[in-house]
């Protein structure tokens, strides 16, 4: 019983962070506040268009993540209408897999450690491989050290939390520009750039709003199945 009860508060827990940090990314203070999280939800985002793009045979080129919490993956692929529609699905979808994987290792300490350890030799392997601005050198190595010394040294319960908070943040970082993801595009870099929806429309013929509305559901129901299963 006592264990039900744990579980209910740790879920409500994460629940109340996810939606705090949405509605704080939706106004410049609160995304003043999560700034440390904005860059990180950017680098999900990003590797997500560049990991997919090598997936379907391309080359992931770089990143750039601006100071602004805008970012960019550069790639080269043979264009095509499916293989548009999977990189530009990439971004929403790669960090909320991503999420998810972290959330699912939480389940036991030696998973958990390894996830973390993984994590953080991710980005700052990342980093050096793809990353061509000055705001991701900045931001990410500190990242990336203080998941590796909590992998390293952090109390299992620690550990626990910590990824199944950043693996909610990589799940919900698609819904950190609502206005986005349900409009045809945006500015990355003071540059205008359709976004992600748009570009799956031009693909597959379906208006934007109709997969900004199925990454959301989908998204949404990846990550209550992997905290119930985390959390069970």
Same mark, same amino acid.
């Given at each position: 019983?006592?264990?039900?009860?744990?579980?209910?508060?740790? $879920? !409500?827990? +994460?629940?109340?962070?996810? &939606?705090? #940090?949405?509605?704080?990314?939706?106004?410049?203070? %609160? *995304?003043? =506040?999560?700034?440390?999280?904005?860059?990180?939800?950017?680098w999900?985002?990003?590797?997500?268009?560049?990991l $997919? !793009?090598? +997936?379907?045979g391309?080359? &992931?080129? #770089?990143?750039?993540?601006?100071?602004?919490?805008? %970012? *960019?993956? =550069?790639?080269?692929?043979?264009?095509?209408?499916?293989?548009?529609?999977?990189?530009?699905?990439?971004?929403?979808?790669?960090?909320?897999?991503?999420?998810?994987?972290?959330?699912?290792?939480?389940?036991?300490?030696?998973?958990?450690?390894?996830?973390?350890?993984?994590?953080?030799?991710?980005?700052?392997?990342s980093?050096?491989?793809?990353?061509?601005?000055?705001?991701?050198?900045?931001?990410?190595?500190?990242?990336?050290?203080?998941?590796?010394?909590?992998?390293?040294?952090?109390?299992?319960?620690?550990?626990?939390?910590?990824?199944?908070?950043?693996?909610?943040?990589?799940?919900?970082?698609?819904?950190?520009?609502?206005?986005?993801?349900?409009?045809?595009?945006?500015?990355?870099?003071?540059?205008?750039?359709?976004?992600?929806?748009?570009?799956?429309?031009?693909?597959?013929?379906?208006?934007y709003?109709?997969w900004?509305?199925?990454?959301?559901?989908?998204?949404?129901?990846?990550?209550?199945?992997?905290?119930?299963?985390?959390?069970?």
């Open positions: 019983m006592v264990a039900a009860a744990d579980r209910t508060r740790r $879920m !409500a827990l +994460l629940a109340i962070l996810a &939606f705090g #940090s949405i509605m704080l990314w939706q106004n410049p203070i %609160g *995304a003043k =506040l999560l700034y440390p999280f904005t860059i990180l939800s950017t999900f985002h990003e590797m997500g268009h560049g $997919m !793009a090598m +997936l379907v391309g080359r &992931f080129e #770089s990143l750039a993540i601006y100071a602004d919490g805008s %970012g *960019a993956a =550069l790639s080269s692929y043979a264009p095509g209408r499916l293989t548009d529609a999977l990189i530009a699905a990439g971004g929403p979808f790669g960090p909320a897999l991503a999420g998810a994987a972290l959330i699912l290792a939480s389940r036991h300490p030696r998973s958990t450690r390894i996830a973390l350890a993984v994590l953080a030799g991710a980005i700052l392997l980093t050096l491989i793809w990353v061509r601005s000055l705001t991701g050198w900045l931001v990410l190595p500190p990242i990336a050290l203080v998941l590796g010394l909590i992998a390293a040294r952090g109390s299992n319960e620690v550990r626990e939390l910590t990824a199944q908070f950043v693996g909610v943040q990589a799940a919900i970082s698609t819904y950190r520009q609502t206005g986005y993801l349900f409009s045809q595009g945006g500015v990355v870099g003071g540059l205008p750039q359709r976004s992600d929806t748009q570009a799956m429309a031009d693909a597959l013929l379906l208006p709003w109709f900004g509305g199925a990454i959301t559901v989908a998204i949404a129901l990846l990550l209550w199945w992997s905290l119930r299963r985390a959390l069970r």
